[in-house]
């Protein structure tokens, strides 16, 4: 994720933002995806600033949305969103109230349901009145609203020295249409209409008098979109949720699908899977999940790579459309402004006003000094998942272009290194991307260039793949250099990265040469990778799964006892789902598959206290009996890598690899997790072929087989 330095949002300052006298619950906010647009709301249904809203094309064109019933704010009775992450519903009751002529409404006498949706960038609201009172009731409701048209970093906490101008808005009887120009010469828009006239309508507040027969109800319709098209209506409703499901469905169909003998288990991984559909976006070059919501709704070099790396043996075609759009937005040049070197992968792409105009770099930017070796790592794992070489081979030009760039990179040192070009990038660019999050053990910030361990592994991993995709290709020569390269890199790593006094991998080595000798969770990508020699992965596995680094809910970034611990920072002491996962592979990779179950176990409850999301990140204090984890205050949610987690370590549990050149599914040890006797994958595709895979318990061990109608087509190698 892109944290903006010393210039992030600062939870103390979101809180603060909030109206505190309203009976808001800060960590229930609720999104809404589709496309480039997304809503973010608390469980009334309410848009009331802060961090939330209605924002297209990363621009809040709705700052401001909430309903009133007799002048005063409803009281909650519920909200959910559908399992399919399209309809978000709020059910509310009046407090007591005064109807219009005067007479006196008791509380919950009025039942209020919110139904909301967004399709082909409109908000569609559904808001029905049901009177359960004796008596009819003529009932005032407000839908108080504003727009700012702030840029998402402006919302996130930038300043901004000039902004451009907002119009007076244009009134009409069922419409209201504000108006902001913008610096960039773009007019952005926001046109909220009715499905009747307000009795009275200004440039904030529409307000009804709605006449409800006891036991009756009456409906009203509300879009919100870039400009006044036909009245709101039921069949405007009925066929824009028709549509949106269908879509999702469409998006959620691609893949292997799994089911367990957990209900509560196949409820998360629902979720999880509703998720991760929900975050991905169709883009010319195929689909794309976006990082999460709200800070992140948008394409992230690294975050779309991890995401379709806990995908992979699920659905390929998301690491198609990933390594697609990627190799399509390489760099070509050097832009100090941007961090962009030829050969370099994005980090993060924006499409607001301030990017724009270029008062910050990330328009398109490049400071991620892991993406690139990541994106490599993708393609190879791709090609192996898949056999695919036909795309492999479109994209090889792509592919030796990222070499050439990290290659470049670790020119001088051995070591790919970031030190940000200009002030206005990132000071720290590998995933830990805060200000504070690389430091020494005495508390000194180092100066740059920069080598992170877990980056050093990453481009092991890239080389050793590139070295077998060369060789099939008939690149011996290449292969063999890379494959030099790759063992240069192993060498070095285990020579300069470990500590004999923590028994233990430094997190980077700073521009002096000096090794940060800090114990942190990115020792346990290298893991992942298989670059330790297994000695050193068993003492870097015991300690990761020791009390300083596994809070009993998932795996914290740092240790507890290093100096700038905090369990409630970002990056320095939290948990991040996706972290634990990769881990967790890591584990596996090394034998430790039992410690894995139990990683997934935590990880499984942490969703369950999370209502079956789980969050970016969550605070890492120490699990007590009784209590719940304890939510960070402005994480993204949802998140796609944190939704893919559930998918990685089930994976790392089930012990599976599918080998796209041979045709083969192979098992080795497989584990189920906890309270889990049977799973089956249904439509796993291996080449041309798509089989239903089951895990049985069966006393204490766990078998493997595929279903009757699969026998002879896949062969199926398990290694217990």
Same mark, same amino acid.
């Given at each position: 994720?892109?944290?903006?330095?010393?210039?992030?949002?600062?939870?103390?300052?979101?809180?603060?933002?909030?109206?505190?006298? =309203?009976?808001?619950?800060?960590?229930?906010?609720?999104? $809404?995806?589709?496309?480039?647009?997304?809503?973010?709301?608390?469980?009334?249904?309410?848009?009331?600033?802060?961090?939330?809203?209605?924002?297209?094309?990363?621009?809040?064109?709705?700052?401001? &949305?909430?309903?009133?019933?007799?002048?005063?704010?409803?009281?909650?009775?519920?909200?959910? $969103?559908?399992?399919?992450?399209?309809?978000?519903?709020?059910?509310?009751?009046?407090?007591?109230?005064?109807?219009?002529?005067?007479?006196?409404?008791?509380?919950?006498?009025?039942?209020?349901?919110?139904?909301?949706?967004?399709?082909?960038?409109?908000?569609?609201?559904?808001?029905?009145?049901?009177?359960?009172?004796?008596?009819?009731?003529?009932?005032?409701?407000?839908?108080?609203?504003?727009?700012?048209?702030?840029?998402?970093?402006?919302?996130?906490?930038?300043?901004?020295?000039?902004?451009?101008?907002?119009?007076?808005?244009?009134?009409?009887?069922?419409?209201?249409?504000?108006?902001?120009?913008?610096?960039?010469?773009?007019?952005?828009?926001?046109?909220?209409? &009715?499905?009747?006239?307000?009795?009275?309508?200004?440039?904030?507040?529409?307000?009804? $008098?709605?006449?409800?027969?006891?036991?009756?109800?009456?409906?009203?319709?509300?879009?919100?979109?870039?400009?006044?098209?036909?009245?709101?209506?039921?069949?405007?409703?009925?066929?824009?949720?028709?549509?949106?499901?269908?879509?999702?469905?469409?998006?959620?169909?691609?893949?292997?699908?799994?089911?367990?003998?957990?209900?509560?288990?196949?409820?998360?991984?629902?979720?999880?899977?509703?998720?991760?559909?929900?975050?991905?976006?169709?883009?010319?070059?195929?689909?794309?999940?976006?990082?999460?919501?709200?800070?992140?709704?948008?394409?992230?070099?690294?975050?779309?790579?991890?995401? =379709?790396?806990?995908?992979?043996?699920?659905?390929?075609?998301?690491?198609?459309?990933?390594?697609?759009?990627?190799?399509?937005?390489?760099?070509?040049?050097?832009?100090?402004?941007?961090?962009?070197?030829?050969?370099?992968?994005?980090?993060?792409?924006?499409?607001?006003?301030?990017?724009?105009?270029?008062?910050?770099?990330?328009? #398109?930017?490049?400071?991620?000094?892991?993406?690139?070796?990541?994106?490599?790592?993708?393609?190879?794992?791709?090609?192996?998942?898949?056999?695919?070489?036909?795309?492999?081979?479109?994209?090889?030009?792509?592919?030796?272009?990222?070499?050439?760039?990290?290659?470049?990179?670790?020119?001088?040192?051995?070591?790919?290194?970031?030190?940000?070009? =200009?002030?206005?990038?990132?000071?720290?660019?590998?995933?830990?991307?805060?200000?504070?999050?690389?430091?020494?053990?005495?508390?000194?910030?180092?100066?740059?260039?920069?080598?992170?361990?877990?980056?050093?592994?990453?481009?092991?991993?890239?080389?050793?793949?590139? =070295?077998?995709?060369?060789?099939?290709?008939? /690149?011996?020569?290449?292969?063999?250099?890379?494959?030099?390269?790759?063992?240069?890199?192993? %060498?070095?790593?285990?020579?300069?990265?470990?500590?004999?006094?923590?028994?233990?991998?430094?997190?980077?080595?700073?521009?002096? /040469?000096?090794?940060?000798?800090?114990?942190?969770?990115?020792?346990?990508?290298?893991?992942?990778?298989?670059?330790?020699?297994?000695?050193?992965?068993?003492?870097?596995?015991?300690?990761?799964?020791?009390?300083?680094?596994?809070?009993?809910?998932?795996?914290?970034?740092?240790?507890?006892?290093?100096?700038?611990?905090?369990?409630?920072?970002?990056?320095?002491?939290? %948990?991040?789902?996706?972290?634990?996962?990769?881990?967790?592979?890591?584990?596996?990779?090394?034998?430790?598959?039992?410690?894995?179950? #139990?990683?997934?176990?935590?990880?499984?409850?942490?969703?369950?206290?999370?209502?079956?999301?789980?969050?970016?990140?969550?605070?890492?204090?120490?699990?007590?009996?009784?209590?719940?984890?304890?939510?960070?205050?402005?994480?993204?949610?949802?998140?796609?890598?944190?939704?893919?987690?559930?998918?990685?370590?089930?994976?790392?549990?089930?012990?599976?690899?599918?080998?796209?050149?041979?045709?083969?599914?192979?098992?080795?040890?497989?584990?189920?997790?906890?309270?889990?006797?049977?799973?089956?994958?249904?439509?796993?595709?291996?080449?041309?072929?798509?089989?239903?895979?089951?895990?049985?318990?069966?006393?204490?061990?766990?078998?493997?087989?595929?279903?009757?109608?699969?026998?002879?087509?896949?062969?199926?190698?398990?290694?217990?």
């Amino acid at each position: 994720m892109t944290e903006l330095d010393e210039r992030k949002l600062d939870p103390a300052v979101a809180l603060a933002s909030l109206d505190e006298t =309203a009976p808001r619950e800060p960590h229930r906010l609720f999104a $809404l995806k589709q496309g480039d647009c997304f809503v973010v709301a608390d469980a009334y249904g309410d848009i009331r600033g802060a961090g939330d809203g209605f924002f297209r094309d990363d621009t809040r064109v709705l700052s401001e &949305f909430r309903l009133t019933v007799g002048g005063r704010q409803t009281s909650l009775l519920g909200a959910s $969103l559908s399992q399919d992450n399209v309809l978000f519903t709020s059910n509310l009751t009046n407090l007591p109230i005064q109807s219009a002529g005067g007479r006196d409404i008791s509380q919950g006498a009025i039942h209020v349901e919110r139904v909301r949706l967004i399709w082909q960038d409109r908000l569609f609201e559904r808001i029905t009145l049901s009177n359960y009172s004796q008596e009819t009731s003529a009932i005032r409701i407000s839908l108080h609203f504003a727009a700012d048209f702030r840029d998402m970093f402006e919302v996130r906490g930038s300043t901004r020295a000039k902004r451009g101008t907002a119009h007076a808005a244009k009134i009409d009887a069922t419409s209201v249409l504000l108006r902001y120009d913008g610096l960039d010469g773009l007019a952005r828009l926001s046109a909220i209409s &009715f499905s009747q006239a307000p009795d009275q309508l200004t440039d904030s507040r529409a307000d009804f $008098l709605v006449a409800v027969t006891k036991r009756s109800s009456k409906v009203l319709y509300v879009e919100v979109g870039s400009e006044v098209v036909e009245t709101p209506d039921r069949d405007r409703f009925r066929a824009a949720a028709a549509r949106a499901r269908f879509g999702m469905r469409a998006k959620r169909r691609h893949g292997a699908t799994v089911h367990s003998s957990g209900r509560v288990f196949n409820d998360w991984v629902e979720r999880a899977r509703a998720d991760v559909a929900l975050l991905t976006t169709e883009l010319a070059t195929g689909p794309y999940p976006y990082a999460g919501i709200p800070w992140f709704s948008t394409a992230f070099g690294r975050d779309g790579v991890i995401s =379709a790396l806990q995908m992979l043996w699920l659905n390929p075609g998301l690491a198609r459309g990933v390594l697609a759009f990627l190799a399509q937005h390489q760099a070509t040049e050097t832009s100090p402004f941007s961090d962009s070197q030829p050969g370099k992968i994005m980090h993060e792409t924006r499409k607001g006003e301030m990017a724009a105009l270029r008062e910050l770099p990330f328009g #398109r930017y490049y400071g991620g000094v892991d993406t690139t070796p990541l994106y490599i790592h993708l393609a190879c794992a791709y090609a192996e998942r898949t056999g695919d070489m036909d795309f492999i081979d479109t994209l090889w030009p792509s592919l030796k272009a990222a070499a050439e760039w990290t290659e470049e990179a670790s020119r001088e040192t051995g070591f790919v290194t970031y030190q940000r070009a =200009a002030e206005s990038g990132l000071a720290n660019q590998g995933w830990k991307d805060s200000f504070d999050s690389v430091f020494h053990a005495d508390g000194r910030i180092p100066k740059g260039p920069i080598a992170l361990v877990e980056v050093q592994g990453y481009v092991f991993a890239a080389f050793r793949g590139l =070295a077998a995709l060369a060789r099939r290709r008939g /690149g011996y020569a290449e292969a063999e250099h890379w494959e030099e390269r790759a063992e240069e890199i192993r %060498i070095a790593v285990e020579r300069d990265f470990w500590v004999d006094d923590l028994n233990f991998y430094a997190l980077a080595i700073d521009g002096a /040469g000096e090794p940060c000798k800090v114990r942190t969770s990115n020792a346990g990508h290298l893991l992942f990778v298989g670059l330790p020699q297994p000695e050193r992965a068993k003492l870097v596995a015991d300690q990761l799964l020791s009390a300083p680094f596994h809070s009993g809910w998932g795996l914290r970034t740092l240790a507890d006892d290093a100096v700038f611990f905090n369990p409630m920072s970002y990056h320095n002491g939290s %948990i991040w789902p996706h972290d634990t996962a990769i881990c967790g592979v890591g584990l596996a990779r090394y034998g430790e598959r039992e410690s894995v179950v #139990r990683l997934m176990s935590g990880t499984f409850e942490s969703a369950v206290h999370f209502n079956m999301r789980l969050p970016e990140l969550f605070c890492g204090f120490t699990r007590a009996p009784g209590e719940a984890p304890i939510a960070y205050p402005v994480a993204c949610l949802p998140q796609a890598w944190s939704a893919g987690s559930a998918f990685m370590l089930m994976q790392a549990c089930l012990g599976l690899e599918i080998d796209g050149w041979e045709g083969e599914v192979r098992v080795t040890r497989p584990r189920l997790p906890i309270g889990i006797d049977m799973l089956t994958l249904r439509h796993l595709t291996v080449g041309d072929r798509a089989v239903d895979l089951t895990f049985q318990r069966v006393g204490d061990r766990v078998v493997a087989f595929l279903a009757d109608r699969h026998e002879g087509l896949v062969p199926l190698i398990v290694r217990t």
